[in-house]
């Protein structure tokens, strides 16, 4: 299930990220599809969460989702159209998949890492080939609809081995509010940091490509060590090293290793969000994927790029509120 999933998510996330740079972004009105396609995308995650937690048919909702952005390929002429059924093929595929990832997961968080990962592949490449007018169309939407039925077979791949959602209940116990808000802040903050920085060397040689691998590996990397050495350290050690390399952002191999240590945590979130809201596990996704789209709004709207210093102490600030959150929940591993 983990090997079906984490290859669509990165077909599903090249898929998108091709058409919005091989066609919506020549729109003259580009700048407000972005805008509506991360919305569509990310923050309707939320309510598409609740749905999916209810219904109880994750890979129904994942592969419609394949579907729906074949769909938006053939509506290009309508770029507004387009947008917003991409939009919300990428938020019920992520929604379907990871909430099925969620519930194979139990005490372990490497799966999310290696679920997550490829996404950054999928976005780096497909943009990249988007912006050069190649023409991938037809092979995106043969590959997509082969995804898409692998996904809807996958009741008799995995048979009665797949773990259903549990009795959707989203209520967080009070004294564990804090916890959710601090979760939430940490998501904002790492969406914004990585949209924000801007390394001068990112489009030098080879250096733009070490920092999508540093992204995705670095999920990975975080979800193995988490679950062998536990959140505290990790959390303490990734984030804590990350911030002194953002203090270099001139050296590449500084800036490379800065942005694998920040993205550690990732798995970290996602974990502990799905503890605390174990009964809406498909709510607790959206509830992160909607702090992702509030970090990608000031740098969308035009606030000016922070200097490079700054992202240390916001890497600071992110461990401050992660400790908060790991020391306030208990937990097994």
């Keep these: 299930m983990i090997s079906i999933y984490s290859a669509a998510h990165f077909l599903v996330d090249f898929a998108c990220a091709f058409l919005v ?16 396609y991360n919305f569509c995308a990310f923050a309707m995650q939320m309510p598409i969460g609740i ?71 999928g976005i780096y490449f497909g943009a990249m080939l988007g912006r050069l007018d190649a023409s991938l169309n037809l092979p995106i939407l043969i590959v997509l609809f082969v995804a898409a039925i692998f996904i809807f077979s996958m009741t008799r791949i995995r048979g009665d081995s797949i773990i259903p959602n549990a009795p959707f209940s989203p209520e967080v116990p009070p004294k564990l509010f804090v916890t959710v808000i601090c979760l939430f802040l940490v998501v904002c903050l790492r969406s914004y940091v990585g949209l924000a920085i801007d390394f001068p060397w990112r489009g030098i040689g080879y250096w733009g490509v070490a920092l999508v691998c540093a992204s995705a590996f670095g999920k990975i990397i975080g979800g193995f060590l988490f679950d062998k050495f536990g959140a505290l350290k990790i959390t303490v050690i990734s984030l804590g090293v990350a911030s002194l390399l953002f203090l270099t952002p001139q050296i590449p191999i500084a800036g490379v290793s800065a942005i694998l240590l920040f993205n550690m945590t990732m798995p970290i979130t996602l974990w502990f969000m799905a ?20 970090g990608f709004l000031p740098v969308h709207l035009g606030e000016q790029i922070p200097p490079f210093w700054l992202f240390a102490p916001l890497s600071i600030l992110s461990l401050a509120l992660l400790i908060i959150s790991v020391k306030r929940i208990k937990y097994e591993r």
Excluded: Q
């Design 21 to 36: 740079f091989h066609s919506i972004v020549r729109s003259p009105d580009w700048h407000l599809y972005i805008l509506v």
């Design 51 to 121: 749905i999916a937690d209810k219904l109880n048919r994750n890979h129904l909702i994942a592969g419609i989702g394949c579907l729906l952005i074949c769909t938006a390929f053939g509506l290009t002429s309508i770029p507004l159209a387009a947008t917003i059924v991409i939009g919300l093929g990428n938020g019920m595929f992520h929604i379907g998949s990871g909430i099925d990832v969620l519930n194979i997961s139990e005490k372990k968080s490497a799966a999310l890492g290696i679920f997550v990962s490829p996404g950054a592949f």
């Design 275 to 294: 503890k605390l809201v174990s009964g809406a596990k498909g709510f607790s996704f959206g509830l992160l994927t909607f702090a992702l789209f509030l």
